[in-house]
């Protein structure tokens, strides 16, 4: 075989030629180099190349929409999911439960603006999955069926973490990244109180979850209107429609529940998801991008002062009155649930022989044996609520149920 002498710039420039099919360019150049002799390897190189913006947008449309078939005729019918993914709110975990869940190819990747993207990237996904908002999502998502989801955060927690993670890239190597270049400007009571930062984040959870022409609306409303008739149109039109909007979702989780949230969303979808499913999931990426190519070594650590938090209060009114009015829906909800789950309890261990009796028969093809049935109904009777779940999963798992299946195939 032909010795050949690599060096770094012939390699990156290999990469760039095979991944990209372009000649690489100068920040490029230096940028990876220097992360090379930094100690990077050249997968973590390779990794950040796929996931650029660039990759995605040369490749995506031109092989999975050609396989899957991304045309608005064959997609319609097919139901499908929208995640309104609102930053800071656990969106990698929940992506990467999504592709476990669906598998790799029915999940979109992750995108920043839907309305950008080719137009039958809509219709190549069973769940479509980024950082959008509800009016695009109803425009460009048209499918018989949609079910829209999203998650919530504290809104003042939310912009504290989104204002870290912006901060920890490296500014020098995101130069034009207009949100990272602020925060590695700007304090944090700077940061909150700046000009550009209000126009970004103003009320951006609200908006991402009614639609960013309706909060523009509802912003121009609020300005013309003194603190008493601010207070009237929030009562009698702002919450009534926020009310509408929030019946319009098919679940929205909130990350401070977020496991048993995640658990409750999946079993909506009738796709089972555990508690081990969420831990393999979670995933802090801001933890997780400290030293990597474009990011900086050190983990942000500021002080949060109550300056701090009253500049965030300023951008987040909107959002935390949505926040609120979402948290008391889901315990109404919880509550009402609740109290149908009590009467559906009581019924089952009130009624717990004639229930083990139509298991068996329905599982095994017998009637129940006498300690089969005083089993399974003491389980039934002592369980807090699980008891009927916890019987049908010990008899499709016994050696019974299994050798008959066995012998019908």
């Known amino acids: 075989m032909e010795n050949k002498n690599y060096t770094i710039e012939s390699i990156l420039g290999q990469l760039y030629l095979g991944l990209l099919n372009r000649q690489i360019d100068e920040n490029g150049l230096n940028s990876y180099k220097d992360s090379l002799l930094n100690g990077q390897q050249i997968k973590d190189v390779v990794k950040s190349i796929i996931n650029s913006q660039e990759f995605f947008m040369k490749y995506h449309d031109f092989s999975h929409h050609m396989l899957y078939g991304g045309h608005v005729a064959y997609a319609y019918e097919k139901p499908a999911v929208a995640f309104v993914h609102i930053p800071k709110t656990a969106g990698q975990s929940l992506h990467y439960l999504f592709k476990q869940k669906y598998g790799e190819k029915k999940v979109s990747p992750l995108f920043n603006n839907l309305s950008l993207l080719p137009i039958n990237f809509a219709y190549s996904y069973d769940v479509i999955f980024g950082h959008t908002d509800y009016e695009t999502v109803k425009l460009v998502v048209q499918r018989k069926e949609l079910k829209l989801i999203t998650f919530f955060r504290d809104p003042i927690e939310r912009l504290i973490s989104l204002y870290k993670f912006w901060w920890s890239h490296d500014p020098e190597i995101h130069k034009d990244n207009f949100a990272v270049e602020l925060a590695n400007k700007y304090s944090p009571e700077e940061f909150f109180k700046a000009k550009e930062v209000k126009e970004i984040l103003w009320n951006d959870m609200f908006g991402r979850f009614m639609g960013y022409k309706f909060r523009d609306t509802v912003k121009k409303m609020l300005f013309l209107l003194n603190e008493r008739s601010k207070q009237i149109y929030i009562e009698t039109v702002l919450k009534p429609l926020i009310h509408e909007r929030i019946k319009d979702y098919f679940y929205i989780g909130m990350q401070d529940n977020f496991a048993q949230d995640v658990i409750e969303m999946f079993n909506k979808l009738e796709i089972p998801c555990t508690k081990e499913d969420i831990e393999k999931a979670r995933v802090n990426i801001t933890d997780e991008n400290i030293g990597k190519h474009g990011f900086k070594n050190i983990k942000p650590d500021f002080q949060i002062t109550d300056k701090v938090i009253s500049s965030i209060s300023e951008l987040t009114e909107l959002d935390m009155l949505l926040y609120e009015e979402v948290k008391k829906f889901k315990e109404k909800q919880n509550s ?74």
Do not use: C
Not at 336 to 352: A, G, L, P, R, Y
Not at 363 to 383: A, F, M, Q, T
């Open 336 to 409: 009402t649930e609740t109290v149908e789950k009590i009467i559906f309890d009581d019924f089952m261990k009130k009624n717990s022989e004639i229930v083990i009796d139509a298991l068996y028969k329905s599982i095994l093809n017998r009637k129940p044996d006498s300690e089969g049935l005083r089993h399974y109904s003491d389980v039934i009777k002592n369980s807090n609520g699980d008891g009927l779940w916890m019987v049908i999963s010990a008899l499709i798992n016994s050696q019974e149920f299994k050798e008959k299946q066995n012998l019908l195939h």
